[in-house]
């Protein structure tokens, strides 16, 4: 595709529910980013994968919360017991590059995000 | 803690004026200093970057200034147009742990009237 994808664009939710949010990014690209951006706030990092190794998970609020990369492609966010405060906005971005290395942020595209609404 | 302080929280600019946005840092290790403009509905697009090592960098109506010893970076637009009108982020990540997580501002949003 032209960009990064993700699905559903809106998803509502009850307290207690388990919710999934895919991720397709740009083709090829080898660095995924999860961040989550509550309403008038900047993006705050979650999680980041190279390729289907999740090297970095600090940002994730709670054990909840769970991402996961299997083939280094589609990704999906995975939170369980959803609760108010997980009500937010949840991006993905993607990069061809690798971390670690200058240029992984300098080709950063982020998709429109799921909005999530937790009732 | 707020790594990134961003301000103003708002601004209003007419068409053609200056739209000035001004972000400030405390952890020295960031080396890496991005704008990324938001459009409602949208996902963060970068705008414009810098890196440490220059004080200035200029891509058409849009110019970083950055301040190391001060610790602070701006986003300048010229001649500013409707179609500007977005919220923008300063953001900020280092090499530190591996994965150059970005450390964003809270946003400024900008309103340009015609």
């Known amino acids: 595709g032209a960009g990064v994808s993700q699905s559903p664009r809106y998803k509502v939710a009850k307290r207690g529910q388990d919710v999934a949010l895919r991720c397709d990014p740009i083709?090829?690209?080898?660095?995924l980013f999860w961040y989550q951006q509550a309403l008038g706030q900047g993006p705050e990092f979650l999680t980041y994968f190279q390729n289907e190794a999740q090297l970095d998970k600090s940002g994730l609020p709670s054990d909840r919360f769970f991402a996961e990369r299997p083939e280094g492609s589609v990704s999906t966010l995975k939170i369980q017991r959803t609760q108010q405060e997980d009500s937010a906005v949840y991006l993905c971005?993607?990069?061809?590059?690798?971390?670690?290395?200058?240029?992984?942020?300098?080709?950063?595209?982020f998709g429109s995000g799921t909005q999530l609404s937790v009732l | 803690q707020q790594q990134v302080k961003q301000s103003p929280q708002s601004l209003i600019v007419q068409k053609g004026g200056i739209s000035i946005i001004n972000c400030a840092y405390e952890?020295?290790?960031?080396?890496?200093f991005p704008w990324y403009q938001q459009f409602p509905g949208k996902g963060p697009a970068l705008l414009i970057a810098i890196r440490p090592d220059v004080s200035e960098k200029k891509e058409g109506r849009f110019t970083i200034s950055f301040n190391k010893s001060a610790k602070q970076f701006s986003l300048h637009i010229m001649d500013s147009q409707p179609g500007d009108s977005a919220t923008y982020f300063c953001a900020a990540s280092s090499p530190q742990g591996g994965s150059e997580k970005l450390v964003f501002g809270k946003g400024t949003k900008l309103t340009v009237n015609p």
């Open positions: 971005a993607s990069s061809p590059t690798l971390t670690g290395g200058k240029g992984s942020n300098e080709k950063l595209f």
């Open positions: 952890n020295t290790a960031f080396d890496y």
């Open positions: 083709s090829g690209h080898v660095s």
